[in-house]
């Protein structure tokens, strides 16, 4: 079983940039894919953006797209989100997650169910 961490979060104004990390270490041989997940007060955890280890393809949500980047560093087992332009209903706790799908047949990225670890989450908070 592989264990992620995130870091990197914070305190920034609407407009700003983050990033945040996400190691994994342990058994990750097996990961087909990460993602990032986020939980804001009061609504459902909702699916942000996904890469596959093997070949890089990216997924992510409508709502990011063209302001979050999702890239890995197979290296050092880390998967890093790119955030730019941030707005204040960006504030959530962000969750990394690891996917063990055996292909991209079976993975959806944007559903937790397709997810078997998770880290304990970073806060971001975007004011104004």
């Known amino acids: 079983q592989a264990q992620l961490v995130e870091s990197g979060g914070g305190l920034v104004q609407a407009g700003g940039s983050l990033r945040l990390s996400c190691a994994a270490s342990g058994r990750t041989s097996s990961t087909y894919a990460m993602g990032w997940f986020r939980q804001a007060p009061g609504k459902e955890r909702e699916f942000v953006a996904a890469i596959t280890w093997s070949s890089g393809r990216t997924y992510s949500a409508d709502s990011v797209k063209g302001r979050f980047t999702i890239s890995r560093d197979s290296v050092k087992n880390t998967v890093y989100l790119q955030m730019n332009s941030l707005k204040p209903e960006d504030t959530a706790v962000y969750y990394c997650?690891?996917?063990?799908?055996?292909?991209?047949?079976?993975?959806?990225?944007?559903?937790?169910?397709?997810?078997?670890?998770w880290g304990q989450g970073t806060q971001v908070t975007v004011s104004s």
């Open positions: 997650a690891a996917s063990h799908a055996p292909s991209e047949v079976t993975f959806v990225a944007t559903i937790e169910g397709a997810y078997d670890y």
